[in-house]
Nanobody, 121 residues
């Protein structure tokens, strides 16, 4: 059974940092593209970072330069380092895996449960 477990969310002041983790079991993260998505209250879920298996990285404009995705094959985990957090980053954050292709919401193969990130002003 494949499981993705996102963790590391919490309450942080604006300007602060958090590191989200996505621990995988039942699949090898190095064989999958991993995406980070978020859903703010009243908004649709959006993809904010994608790290396909070929090693490329993509960041949605609003997080570019502040967020960094990385992966550790030995720990079978993917991380999202979030710096200079803003109140508008408040959302539930999800990690998801796709075997082939890009990180698109309706084609991801596996989803983890979200972790709440709240940024206070």
């Amino acid at each position: 059974e494949v499981q993705l477990q996102a963790s590391g969310g919490g309450l942080v002041q604006a300007g602060g940092s958090l590191r989200l983790s996505c621990a995988a079991s039942g699949l090898a993260v190095d064989d999958y593209g991993i995406g980070w998505f978020r859903q703010a209250p009243g908004k649709e879920r959006e993809m904010i970072s994608c790290n396909p298996a070929d090693g490329t990285e993509y960041y949605e404009f609003s997080v570019r330069g502040r967020f960094t995705i990385s992966r550790d094959g030995a720990k079978n985990a993917v991380y999202l380092e979030m710096n200079s957090l803003k109140p508008e980053d408040t959302a539930v954050y999800f990690c998801a895996a796709v075997r082939y292709g890009w990180c698109v919401d309706n084609v991801m193969d596996y989803w983890g449960k979200g972790t709440q990130v709240t940024v206070s002003s």
